[in-house]
């Protein structure tokens, strides 16, 4: 633990320094998010963010291979080099989409290719367990494993790029989900799963620690966007530590190491822990499908716009997301871990209730009466 808390810093740190250089980098070559009408800023803002946060990654995989219990990871299986590859190309790619403005379809083929390098250094879904029916477990060949794979990768890519609508949103969200996919790896390597989980492990830590030391500079108001180099890395990694945790192992043998794991929550931790993202995505192209248009046009109708639209501030719907992922990726992470007993199911459903509480507040306030003085001084325009 003392080692993975010190990569985690390293990434942080390294991140944190390297952020104003990418920021004056940034406003050199005019890679800038200028304001639309979709967007919350009213400036316009650096980008390249992402770039600080990989060079953080890469500062703290460096320092992993040269810690005593880490570098064990290196030699189990190529995972985190097949990472940081792809991840290098996917940042790449976001970078030059943070300059150029890319289209889409450019950018949907960058995608696929990161995915399918990763792939190739035996990142993939090997095995999937059916909880219905009597088919149980089932070894995926690499026919169907490989463009499994690769859809969930670019699914996740596009989803966490959905959400980077907000100062602070995505970096605060994925560091929460990458924190969460931490406890539930370690939680496998102690029991009886080293080999399966020390990879994952080491790649949420990393991550959570480049998304905190980013978080600083991009929190409302942001000095920095993450941008495309940074949103487009955080869904790989993500994507990458949720393959490599939950799609190596046959769950049923996990039933064999702790009663505490059931089988079904290989399934149900990374849904929960990337819920948010994904249902944000999947009504996003609802949305846009229904609407005739195409499902990478921009809108504001996202879950962060309604929580402004309904009177929260840009800060307080920032942190109400938080707590909402928090709360359902911890939750599921707290089932892996103590099974799926009354008091987990108990306190789980009162941080729901909470949430929903304070996500609804202003809808729960009385309408404020406009004082005589100030309908006098700002009078209402009427047709």
Same mark, same amino acid.
Request: with cysteine.
């Given at each position: 633990? $003392?080692?993975?808390?010190?990569? !985690?810093?390293?990434?942080?740190?390294?991140?944190?320094? !390297?952020?104003?250089?990418?920021?004056?980098?940034? #406003?050199? #070559?005019?890679?800038?998010?200028?304001?639309?009408?979709?967007?919350?800023?009213?400036?316009?803002?650096?980008?390249?963010?992402?770039?600080?946060?990989?060079?953080?990654?890469?500062?703290?995989?460096?320092?992993?291979?040269?810690?005593?219990?880490?570098?064990?990871?290196?030699?189990?299986?190529?995972?985190?080099?097949?990472?940081?590859?792809?991840?290098?190309?996917?940042?790449?790619?976001?970078?030059?989409?943070?300059?150029?403005?890319?289209?889409?379809?450019?950018?949907?083929?960058?995608?696929?290719?990161? @995915?399918?390098?990763?792939?190739?250094?035996?990142?993939?879904?090997?095995?999937?367990?059916?909880?219905?029916? %009597?088919?149980?477990?089932?070894?995926?060949?690499?026919?169907?494993?490989?463009?499994?794979?690769?859809?969930?990768?670019?699914?996740?890519?596009?989803?966490?790029?959905?959400?980077?609508?907000?100062?602070?949103?995505?970096?605060?969200? &994925?560091?929460?989900?990458?924190?969460?996919?931490?406890?539930?790896?370690?939680?496998?390597? /102690?029991?009886?799963?080293?080999?399966?989980?020390?990879?994952? #492990?080491?790649?949420?830590? +990393?991550?959570?620690?480049?998304?905190?030391?980013?978080?600083?500079?991009?929190?409302?108001?942001? $000095?920095?966007?993450?941008?495309?180099?940074?949103?487009?890395?955080?869904?790989?990694?993500?994507?990458?530590?949720? +393959?490599?945790? #939950?799609?190596?192992?046959?769950?049923?043998?996990? @039933?064999? &190491?702790?009663?505490?794991?059931?089988?079904?929550?290989?399934?149900?931790?990374?849904?929960?822990?990337?819920?948010?993202?994904?249902?944000?995505?999947?009504?996003?192209?609802?949305?846009?499908? /229904?609407?005739? $248009?195409?499902?990478?046009?921009? %809108?504001?109708?996202?879950?962060?716009?309604?929580l402004l639209e309904i009177g929260h501030s840009h800060r307080r719907a920032v942190l109400i997301l938080y707590l909402w992922t928090m709360v359902l990726a911890f939750g599921a992470v707290a089932m892996s871990v103590f099974g799926v007993s009354a008091g987990v199911l108990w306190l789980l459903g009162?941080?729901?209730?909470? &949430? +929903? !509480?304070?996500?609804?507040?202003?809808?729960? $306030?009385?309408?404020?009466?406009?004082?005589?003085?100030?309908?006098?001084?700002?009078?209402?325009?009427?047709?």
């Amino acid at each position: 633990m $003392r080692e993975f808390a010190v990569v !985690l810093l390293v990434a942080a740190i390294v991140t944190y320094l !390297l952020t104003p250089l990418l920021r004056a980098l940034a #406003t050199r #070559t005019q890679a800038m998010a200028q304001p639309r009408d979709r967007d919350v800023h009213a400036i316009p803002t650096p980008r390249l963010g992402g770039l600080a946060m990989y060079g953080g990654i890469l500062a703290a995989v460096f320092v992993a291979t040269v810690l005593p219990a880490l570098q064990r990871t290196f030699v189990y299986s190529q995972d985190i080099l097949g990472v940081l590859l792809a991840g290098g190309v996917i940042c790449l790619l976001g970078a030059l989409d943070d300059r150029f403005n890319l289209d889409a379809l450019t950018k949907l083929t960058g995608q696929i290719a990161a @995915a399918g390098m990763m792939v190739l250094f035996g990142v993939q879904i090997s095995f999937f367990y059916f909880p219905f029916g %009597d088919a149980g477990t089932v070894s995926l060949g690499n026919d169907i494993a490989v463009p499994l794979t690769v859809l969930l990768t670019v699914l996740t890519i596009n989803a966490m790029n959905f959400i980077d609508g907000l100062d602070g949103l995505l970096a605060g969200v &994925a560091g929460i989900a990458a924190l969460a996919f931490f406890a539930y790896s370690y939680q496998l390597s /102690r029991t009886g799963f080293s080999d399966i989980a020390s990879a994952p #492990t080491l790649i949420a830590a +990393v991550l959570a620690g480049s998304c905190l030391g980013f978080l600083p500079h991009n929190f409302q108001p942001a $000095r920095i966007f993450m941008g495309d180099s940074g949103s487009m890395l955080i869904g790989l990694m993500l994507a990458a530590a949720a +393959v490599s945790a #939950t799609g190596k192992a046959d769950p049923q043998t996990f @039933a064999s &190491a702790t009663s505490l794991l059931p089988l079904t929550l290989p399934l149900l931790v990374p849904l929960a822990v990337l819920a948010f993202p994904l249902v944000d995505l999947v009504l996003a192209v609802l949305r846009r499908a /229904r609407a005739g $248009r195409s499902p990478f046009s921009a %809108d504001k109708l996202h879950l962060h716009h309604r929580l402004l639209e309904i009177g929260h501030s840009h800060r307080r719907a920032v942190l109400i997301l938080y707590l909402w992922t928090m709360v359902l990726a911890f939750g599921a992470v707290a089932m892996s871990v103590f099974g799926v007993s009354a008091g987990v199911l108990w306190l789980l459903g009162a941080l729901l209730v909470v &949430a +929903v !509480l304070v996500s609804t507040i202003p809808q729960l $306030r009385p309408p404020r009466r406009t004082p005589p003085w100030a309908a006098a001084r700002h009078p209402v325009e009427r047709d």
